[in-house]
């Protein structure tokens, strides 16, 4: 069977619970495909000429386990970008032919300063500048000489 991974997995899955071996074959060679045709009953030969003389011998992929938790998560998580896209394009055409008068003030256009993904990232260096001045002596020492200069601690402790 040619797509055991995507679009044969539910035939093959069906088949491997009935104790039926399913042997996974490649695409056919395009050159050869375009000599011979691209109908399902050439493809259907070509696999049967792969599996017979056993250069196909590649057990299919299971539909089971931490790879396909992975590919349904990713599959989940495009459909979820692909209607977030969705929803956000059909307010702003709908704000765009709305009255002038009824239109927010352009809040659609901003753009969040930070993705949520990467703000633990970006906070790092200020967790770390955080726990330096409650335990490293010579961090204290030169939050209080900047105190001291005027500044605020909060200004201190993003200059560190």
């Known amino acids: ?3 055991t991974g995507s679009y044969g997995a539910a ?4 088949l491997r619970r009935h104790q039926i071996a ?3 074959v490649n695409r056919p ?3 050869a495909r375009r000599r011979h045709g691209k109908t399902d009953t050439v493809d259907a030969v070509a696999a049967a000429h792969a599996v017979v003389p056993q250069r196909a011998t590649t057990t299919a992929k299971t539909v089971d386990g931490p790879v396909e938790i992975l590919r349904l998560l990713r599959l989940a998580r495009a459909s979820a970008v692909k209607s977030r896209t969705q929803t956000i394009n059909q307010l702003k055409a709908v704000i765009v032919s709305a009255d002038p008068a009824l239109r927010p003030a352009d809040r659609l256009h901003q753009r ?8 633990p990232a970006r906070q ?3 967790h770390i500048a955080l726990a ?4 490293d002596q010579r961090t204290r020492d030169y939050l209080d000489r900047r105190t001291a200069q005027g500044r605020t601690r909060r ?4 200059r560190l």
């Open 1 to 3: 069977m040619e797509g």
């Open 11 to 14: 035939l093959t899955q069906f």
């Open 22 to 24: 399913v042997i996974e």
């Open 29 to 31: 060679d395009r050159a």
């Open 112 to 119: 969040r300063p930070d993705p949520p993904l990467r703000r």
């Open 124 to 126: 790092q260096p200020h």
């Open 132 to 135: 330096r001045a409650r335990t």
């Open 155 to 158: 200004e201190a402790i993003r």
